[in-house]
């Protein structure tokens, strides 16, 4: 097969949306390249529509531009105002089917069952109903939120068929992956209890399909940071090295970031320390007004303009990077992507909270709190910065980034399509 028959087409909801999955699906597309594919295509969603839905967004000046060979599209919806919903579904599995009909070789890759998995699975079933040629195979990658936020909920609510629209879909495809072992453990369960209610056989085809893929993350950019460009980007925010607790995350409740201010305040830090908050998400305004009523208010920061190019930079410089997620009914953090980006860029310990994946993307090398401790969040920012000298502190970042190398988008791109069949059939024609 030469390099101009091979494609990879990435469905998902891509930059500029603030989300640790659609900086994978960059990375993805950017190692697709480098190990032969022709072509890599991402289709997500309009701008406009991103916004309406009230997505935490990055300023669209700070994404940073996809090498040639990467092409990025948004189809338009499909219908007018008499179709009330689903318009833009309908929009991203028509071209789908476009492309899983135009003779060339593709991989179908979907990060979130719900939709994109949804719209892989219609849109292959609609491209064989063509009649024309299709070499299409599928990988379906499923994420926390897809079962806290849609399958969980069929569950509790009693709706078989919401429930099994999502697995059998995610089911069909060629390959099953999950972002870490607690989310493969969280279908199999939630699959069980849809058997259990209505007698359907889920769970066993869960265990037996479904293999793990960490979420790949591009090690470049936060390895072998100058230190003369670490200093410029952070006076550049008026920062200096070691003297802030960094937390960068989506704000959003379940991110634990009440706790990490309460922590803040009562941890023995000189006055000289900062908290910086970097991120954006739907508890940003609630966020402020609590830092706005605390005694270290002026000792609080928050940057919602942070890119891509400059977060590794501020990650380096940090004393202690904190991230107190905590477990909630419509999240659980199912990996912390992160965490481990932090962990290869060096710079202050990792603190952050035993729940969901944390564990895997960690290892032993980041100061474990309880969730919803500022206590113990307050006693760890004292270890961090007070009570770790400069050499064991080096030590741990060492050990840390070897640690997190595993996540490689190289690394995992590699073990992700060696799984792959060779072949996947293609359907006869219809007559």
Same mark, same amino acid.
């Given at each position: 097969?030469?390099?101009?028959?091979?494609?990879?087409?990435?469905?998902?909801?891509?930059?500029?949306?603030?989300?640790?999955?659609?900086?994978e699906?960059?990375?993805? *597309?950017?190692?697709a390249? !480098?190990?032969?594919?022709?072509?890599?295509?991402i289709?997500?969603?309009?701008?406009?529509?991103?916004?309406?839905?009230?997505?935490?967004l990055?300023p669209?000046?700070?994404?940073?531009?996809?090498?040639?060979?990467?092409? %990025? !599209?948004?189809?338009?919806?499909?219908?007018?105002?008499?179709?009330?919903?689903?318009?833009?579904?309908?929009?991203?599995?028509?071209?789908l089917?476009?492309?899983?009909?135009?003779?060339v070789?593709?991989? +179908?890759?979907?990060?979130?069952l719900?939709?994109?998995t949804? /719209?892989v699975?219609?849109?292959?079933?609609?491209?064989?109903?063509?009649?024309?040629?299709?070499?299409?195979t599928?990988?379906?990658?499923?994420?926390?939120?897809?079962?806290?936020?849609?399958?969980?909920?069929?569950?509790?609510?009693?709706?078989?068929? +919401?429930?099994?629209?999502?697995?059998?879909?995610y089911?069909?495809?060629d390959?099953?992956?999950a %972002?870490s072992?607690?989310?493969?453990?969280?279908?199999?369960?939630?699959?069980?209890?849809?058997d259990?209610?209505?007698?359907t056989?889920f769970?066993?085809?869960?265990?037996?399909?479904?293999?793990?893929?960490?979420? +790949?993350?591009?090690?470049?950019?936060?390895?072998?940071?100058?230190d003369?460009a670490?200093?410029?980007?952070?006076a550049?925010?008026?920062?200096?090295?070691?003297?802030y %607790?960094?937390?960068?995350?989506?704000?959003?409740?379940?991110?634990?970031?009440?706790d990490?201010?309460?922590?803040?305040?009562?941890?023995?830090?000189?006055?000289d320390v *900062?908290?910086?908050?970097?991120?954006?998400?739907?508890?940003?305004? +609630?966020?402020?007004?609590?830092? *706005?009523?605390?005694?270290?208010?002026d000792?609080?920061v928050?940057?919602?303009?942070v890119?891509?190019?400059?977060k590794?930079?501020?990650m380096?410089g940090?004393?202690?990077? /904190?991230?107190?997620?905590?477990?909630?009914?419509?999240?659980?953090e199912?990996?912390?992507?992160?965490?481990? !980006?932090?962990m290869?860029?060096?710079?202050g310990?990792?603190?952050?909270?035993?729940?969901?994946?944390?564990g895997?993307?960690?290892?032993?090398? *980041?100061?474990?709190?309880?969730?919803?401790?500022p206590?113990a969040?307050?006693?760890?920012?004292?270890?961090?910065?007070?009570?770790?000298s400069?050499?064991?502190?080096?030590?741990s970042?060492?050990?840390?980034?070897?640690?997190?190398?595993?996540?490689?988008?190289?690394?995992?791109?590699?073990?992700?399509?060696?799984?792959?069949?060779a072949?996947?059939?293609?359907?006869a024609?219809?007559?």
């Open positions: 097969m030469t390099k101009t028959e091979r494609r990879l087409v990435i469905v998902v909801r891509a930059d500029p949306v603030i989300c640790g999955h659609s900086v699906a960059r990375n993805l *597309a950017e190692t390249l !480098e190990r032969g594919f022709s072509e890599v295509r289709v997500t969603w309009p701008i406009e529509r991103l916004k309406e839905a009230g997505l935490p990055k669209l000046d700070a994404v940073l531009p996809y090498s040639p060979g990467i092409t %990025v !599209e948004r189809p338009e919806p499909v219908g007018d105002y008499k179709v009330p919903d689903g318009r833009y579904v309908a929009g991203i599995t028509g071209r089917v476009e492309l899983f009909t135009d003779g070789p593709t991989v +179908a890759l979907s990060l979130y719900s939709p994109h949804l /719209a699975s219609d849109a292959l079933r609609a491209a064989w109903g063509t009649g024309l040629p299709v070499d299409v599928t990988v379906a990658e499923a994420v926390g939120s897809d079962v806290t936020n849609v399958v969980r909920t069929a569950v509790e609510e009693g709706r078989l068929g +919401a429930a099994a629209h999502i697995l059998s879909s089911l069909s495809q390959l099953c992956v %972002v072992e607690y989310t493969r453990d969280l279908i199999v369960a939630e699959a069980e209890q849809i259990l209610r209505h007698g056989r769970a066993d085809q869960c265990r037996e399909r479904i293999a793990i893929s960490y979420p +790949a993350i591009d090690s470049d950019p936060y390895l072998d940071l100058d003369t670490i200093e410029a980007a952070l550049a925010r008026g920062l200096r090295r070691d003297g %607790v960094l937390f960068l995350s989506r704000l959003a409740a379940a991110k634990g970031v009440d990490l201010i309460a922590g803040f305040e009562r941890s023995h830090l000189a006055d *900062a908290l910086v908050i970097a991120g954006r998400g739907p508890q940003e305004q +609630a966020f402020r007004d609590r830092a *706005a009523e605390s005694p270290l208010a000792r609080i928050f940057l919602t303009d890119g891509d190019g400059e590794p930079y501020l380096a940090c004393a202690a990077f /904190a991230l107190p997620s905590k477990p909630r009914p419509e999240f659980v199912t990996f912390g992507i992160a965490l481990a !980006e932090k290869l860029a060096g710079g310990p990792v603190i952050t909270v035993p729940t969901g994946g944390i895997e993307a960690v290892g032993d090398h *980041a100061i474990l709190v309880p969730a919803e401790d206590d969040i307050a006693a760890a920012l004292d270890r961090a910065i007070l009570h770790t400069r050499e064991e502190r080096e030590l970042a060492i050990a840390a980034r070897e640690y997190a190398l595993r996540f490689d988008r190289r690394r995992v791109f590699d073990r992700l399509f060696d799984r792959l069949p072949r996947v059939p293609i359907p024609p219809v007559d």
